[in-house]
T-cell receptor, first 117, second 114 residues
């Protein structure tokens, strides 16, 4: 399967713990996005990378959230000091991103379901 | 806050019928309008997408109608099947700001009954 992959698929943690999620984009996709989806809502944009550069992070929900994409390949999303309100599905997407200034198709992974007890 | 408003929230259609979901947007700079299909516990999957230079796009049983002046677009599913039962999201994107973030509607839960 050459789609976007995410690990783990499910994560249960206690309030106050740190969690890290991994996303592997489609090969040779330059853009990588993170979204959060809560029950009954559409995905909400969090942050975006063009290759290894994080070009948009103002939508990260708080300073407890951080993301990296070392070497422009896989990406990680970390949540520090988790709160019950962080419980949600965290989705990763990637797109080719070859034309500057042009929107292109984003392909989503299966998501990581986070439950904070 | 840029918004995409989607309706209805839920929809029940008989097998073989036409499902219609509507979306309206505010930002005239949006230049890409995809529809995603999502099954429970899965990530959204791209169904069909349109750019504002065309008024209609058809792929199999799925058609997007786009009305630029009204800032509205809709998804039509012809010959709806029980396997189409899922949540559908419209979205909009603007690459001009260099952000490329998708703004999603709140979703429509479609149930196709035999």
């Amino acid at each position: 399967d050459t789609g976007v992959s995410q690990n783990p698929r499910h994560k249960i943690t206690k309030r106050g713990q740190n969690v890290t999620f991994r996303c592997d984009p489609i090969s040779e996709h330059n853009r990588l996005y993170w979204y959060r989806q809560t029950l009954g809502q559409g995905p909400e944009f969090l942050t975006y990378f063009q290759n290894e550069a994080q070009l948009e992070k103002s939508r990260l929900l708080s300073d407890r959230f951080s993301a990296e994409r070392p070497k422009g390949s896989f990406s990680t999303l970390e949540i520090q000091r988790t709160e019950q309100g962080d419980s949600a599905m965290y989705l990763c997407a990637s797109s080719p991103g070859r034309d500057s200034g042009s929107s292109d198709t984003q392909y989503f992974g299966p998501g990581t379901r986070l439950t904070v007890l | 806050q840029q918004q995409v408003k989607q309706s209805p929230q839920s929809l029940i259609v008989q097998k073989g019928g036409i499902s219609i979901i509507n979306c309206a947007y505010e930002n005239t700079a949006f230049d890409y309008f995809p529809w995603y299909q999502q099954f429970p516990g899965k990530g959204p999957a791209l169904l069909i997408a349109i750019r504002p230079d065309v008024s209609e796009k058809k792929e199999g049983r799925f058609t997007i109608s786009f009305n630029k002046s009204a800032k509205q677009f809709s998804l039509h599913i012809m010959d709806s099947q029980p396997g189409d039962s899922a949540t559908y999201f419209c979205a909009a994107n603007w690459g001009g700001a260099g952000s490329y973030q998708l703004t999603f509607g709140k979703g429509t839960k479609l149930s196709v009954i035999p």
